[in-house]
Each structure stands twice: as C-alpha cells, then as structure tokens.
C-alpha cells in the first residue's frame, strides 16, 4: 500500500475541529518518510505490498501512575514540548516532545500519519495502526509485522526521564492470534517468547491464553498494578509543569511486588465512582474476521471515494455507517492506497479506534474504546450489546471475538459505598448505579450471531469478560 504525496511533501495543513462539546486539534505530519524498510520487505502500507498483510493487532497499555493528576513532569519546559500551542493543557506524558515519541516508534517499524488532541489526549494516526498519550498511561496498537514490544524499555526510558519514575505501575500486553505467524520478526513468532521477554521486564507479570486453542483465541499479559510510594521530592521543573499537571504525587518501582490486597479503597488507585465521581475504567474490544466483501469494497479507494488519504477517510466514515457509532466524537481517519482504513477518535477523556484490512482472504477489522457516558456507556451490558450489534453491521464479520476489561473494586468498599449511597437524596438511583459499577461485565445475546466460547476472569484488580461469535444467517 503506498501513501500518498501529501505526506511527504512540507506544508503540513492545521485544522481545528469542534463537534458536539469536543473540541479537538487535528494536525497532519509533516514526514518525509512514512515507510520503513521493514514495511516495504514485509507488504505492510507501502510499494511493497503482496496482497496479504497481518490485521490482528499487538496492544500495550502502560501506566505510570493510577490518576492523571498524579503524573509528575519532571522533563523539560513545559512551554519547549509539543508543536501545535496546546502546552497549557497539556501534564505529564503529553508534554514529551513529539520527536522523542518519533524516535520511539521507530523501534516499533511505524511512522506517525497524523494528530488529533483535545483536553485530554493525544491521538497519533500511525502508518499501522494507533498511538494515544493521557498525562499518566500510554496506548500503542500496531498491526503487521511490526516489533511493538522492542519499545518497551524505550517506553521506561522515557518515563524516567520526563516523569522521574522507575517502572510501569501496571501494564497490559494483548493480541489475537495471528493469521501468518511466520512472517512476525524473530520476538513475535510465538507467544511463549513474548511472554520469556516480558517477563524478563516485569517479573511479577502473569500471562494467559483465552480461548479455544485450536480456534481463534486471545493473549494478555498483566503486570501490577504496583504499590505506589510516598510522593517524591519535587523538582525544579516540576513547580512550573504543576500549574498545567494540576497535583503532583510520587513514581512506582518496576519490580515492586504485585498487589494482593482486597481490602484497598480504591481501584488500583482510582476512586470508585460514587465516592470520587472518577471516570470508570472500562474497555471494550471486538476483533472480527470473515469480512462481508461487499461492505468491504468501501475500504478500497475507487470506493467510498477515489482519493486515499484523510479525504478518503472521511468518506468510508460516512458511507459505511462508523460516523454514526459515535456522532459526537472528533475523528481523525486516513484510506490507504490500493485499500485499508484506519480511524482514531475522541470524545471527552475517552478514545476508540477502528483499523481494517479488507481483502478476502485475510479480511480483519478491530474496534476498541474506553468512552464512557451517553448512549453506549460500557458499564451498562445493554450498551454493549447495542455497540457489537452497531459495529457488526458494518463490517458483516463471520464471527467476532469481544473483550471487556472492567477494573472492580474490593468488597468492604463497594458496602460502605452503597450505603453511603442509599442514605442520600437519590439514594436508590446512586445505589443501582454502584451495583453495576461492581458487577463483573456482562454480555446480552448479539442478534445474528450465536455465542460459542464465554469465559469471564477475575483478577485482583479487573474483571475480563471473554466471548467468541459466530454469525448465525
């Protein structure tokens, strides 16, 4: 697949677009080359395309601290990091320079497309896949042959540097299994050795296969969360990056011992949302294969629209019905030339992206977000019942797996919360609202499609709700 001109030519285009109460910067890259060599060799985005290319994505998640107030910026001067004049608003990992996030992803064999920011988030297009920056947490989802988990140590590195911690507070590394395992790089040929490196980094980590073995099935490794603790002593620079960070608190160690806890206040840090009105920490991915070819002749340019790039992005958002999943959001959407679509998006503090490879016969599409709030509120199953039926009319798959990871909180504090709760004014609508915020996550039937495999983990921290479908017509 190769890009087009527009991105490796200079003048990169600056936009601001607001829709609903989201107001968002979006700003092409101005990169003059957005292809590695390893992207060409192995057919990903590039001239050296071959017809078959590797849509499951790896996924990392890594925080380093449990809340955004509490990421210490310790690199430097706030008014020196970012490009695009949204310094002020901007603590923690978001005032990194974008050429140190470059640098890193260089690692990884990907190159950076384009930026969408709001108050919250910075969402990177990348030329596989997605990059999204919060004040405390990382998001990097990278599909092909890319080598995601060579950015590990840069990623601490990076943390160290610019926020003064040692290690990750917790960390989740996931993926499906590939469709052509063989053409990964040497570390990601299997899972074992995946598993050997990380565990090598985080020695406390826990690794697991979900599924059926000898069908579609789905990886994660978990590490911490860790102990955090006592705030440390404050930097020079941490005063001037403290009016944009809001409060400052201290940095966790790699090779803390994993917490066991269960009678903590809080979820991993985090108050539960009666208590603190906190923001809920739910994700949800639906990973499909077996693409309808017909809905998939959008995907390819002459399509939707005959001009790849952002335009053409915006078209396939409109003419496939994604636009309609989240109407509020700012998107940020990019066609790849001969075909493959890739979409990053945000409303409010929360983000979801969709990335689809659309031939036949390795057709493959994913879906991920953490929105929170208004119709699709992941902590209601009905929600997210009515958000794999919506996302599975638009891409037709043959079977879907969907994922939920939901943090739950410890059982002494769910009981003096929901009493707390029924003594108030809207003592039953609070106490409702708590019992399914402390439930573990649930799935309703999804029409057309039949579930085969349903596996529900707690951990000590989170709840995962597994499910595998087929479609039934």
């Not at 990907?110 to 990059?131: A, G, K, M, P, R």
């Not at 840090?269 to 309808?292: F, H, N, Q, W, Y």
């Not at 769910?414 to 003594?423: F, N």
């Amino acid at each position: 697949m190769t890009l087009p001109s527009s991105l490796t030519a200079g003048g990169a285009q600056h936009a601001v677009s607001v829709t609903g109460n989201n107001q968002s910067e979006s700003q092409a890259e101005n990169n003059p080359t957005p292809c590695t060599p390893t992207c060409s060799a192995n057919g990903t985005h590039s001239d050296g395309y071959t017809g078959a290319f590797e849509g499951p994505e790896k996924l990392l998640e890594v925080w380093f601290a449990a809340t955004p107030d509490a990421a210490n910026y310790t690199g430097p001067e706030p008014e020196l990091c970012g490009a695009d004049g949204q310094s002020a608003v901007r603590s923690g990992l978001r005032l990194v320079p974008r050429a140190v996030w470059r640098d890193m992803l260089d690692l990884v064999h990907c190159q950076i497309l384009s930026t969408l920011s709001n108050d919250h988030v910075d969402s990177y297009l990348l030329s596989e896949s997605s990059f999204f920056v919060y004040p405390h947490k990382l998001v990097l989802k990278t599909c092909g042959t890319t080598t995601l988990l060579y950015a590990i140590p840069r990623i601490l590195a990076i943390a160290r540097e610019h926020l003064g911690v040692e290690g990750a507070y917790q960390l989740f590394y996931s993926r499906k299994n590939f469709m052509f395992p063989d053409q990964q790089e040497e570390m990601h040929r299997s899972w074992e050795r995946e598993v050997a490196y990380l565990d090598a980094l985080f020695p406390e980590g826990a690794a697991y296969l979900i599924g059926k073995t000898n069908r579609d099935h789905w990886h994660v490794y978990l590490s911490g969360p860790h102990p955090q603790p006592a705030t440390a002593p404050e930097s020079p620079l941490q005063s001037a990056a403290a009016t944009a960070a809001g409060s400052l608190s201290g940095s966790p160690t790699l090779h803390a011992a994993l917490s066991r806890s269960s009678s903590q206040s809080t979820v991993h840090g985090l108050p539960l949302a009666a208590s603190g009105g906190a923001k809920s920490d739910v994700t949800v991915e639906i990973l499909m294969t077996g693409l309808d070819p017909e809905r998939m002749r959008l995907m390819y340019v002459g399509g939707a629209c005959s001009e790849e790039g952002a335009a053409g992005g915006r078209a396939v958002e409109r003419a496939s019905g994604i636009a309609q999943i989240y109407p509020d959001a700012c998107s940020d959407s990019f066609l790849f030339s001969p075909c493959g679509f890739s979409l990053n998006g945000l409303q409010g503090d929360g983000y979801f992206t969709i990335h689809v490879t659309p031939e036949p016969h390795c057709s493959y599409a994913s879906f991920e977000t953490n929105v929170c709030g208004g119709a699709l509120d992941l902590r209601d199953p009905r929600a997210i019942k009515r958000l794999v039926e919506q996302v599975t009319r638009v891409f037709g798959p043959r079977c879907a797996t969907v994922t939920v990871f939901k943090a739950r909180g410890s059982e002494p504090q769910q009981a003096m919360t929901l009493a707390d709760a029924s003594s108030g004014k809207d003592g039953l609508a609070k106490t409702l609202q708590l019992a399914v915020d402390a439930a573990p996550p649930s799935f309703a039937p999804v029409d057309g499609y039949k579930s085969v495999d349903r596996v529900l983990y707690e951990f000590d921290h989170y709840w995962l709700r597994y499910a595998y479908y087929i479609k039934t017509d």
